[in-house]
């Protein structure tokens, strides 16, 4: 069996983070105790927004840390899957709201080269 593109997330990988850059992995750590604490927003809907982040981000561990710290937080499987889906049409439709640059290219060529055009 090949290796994993992933390693699996482990105490000795965090560890050896923690000891290669024990300041900043300090602060890190105490910026994302302070973003996900309750706030204006619960950190239920942190982590629900979290989820949905990781989906677009495309990190593995993200999608599962999240994910799990979602449940933990009281969030269910139906609101988990609701973030994804809302995830999923914002990445569809960034796709779908930048199209119009290149229809903007595509008219600026066609009014330079009216010959190409169609």
Request: aromatic share 6%.
């Amino acid at each position: 069996m090949e290796d994993p593109m992933y390693p699996e997330a482990s105490r000795e990988l965090h560890r050896q983070r923690q000891e290669l850059a024990p300041s900043a992995a300090a602060a890190f750590k105490a910026f994302g105790e302070s973003v996900f604490a309750d706030g204006a927003l619960p950190a239920k809907t942190k982590e629900l927004i979290a989820v949905a982040v990781a989906h677009v981000t495309q990190c593995p561990y993200c999608i599962r840390g999240h994910t799990e710290r979602a449940l933990r937080k009281g969030a269910t499987q139906q609101e988990v899957m609701e973030a994804i889906w809302v995830a999923a049409e914002m990445r569809a439709g960034a796709a779908y709201a930048h199209s119009n640059l290149a229809l903007d290219t595509m008219n600026q060529f066609a009014s330079k080269h009216p010959h190409t055009a169609g």
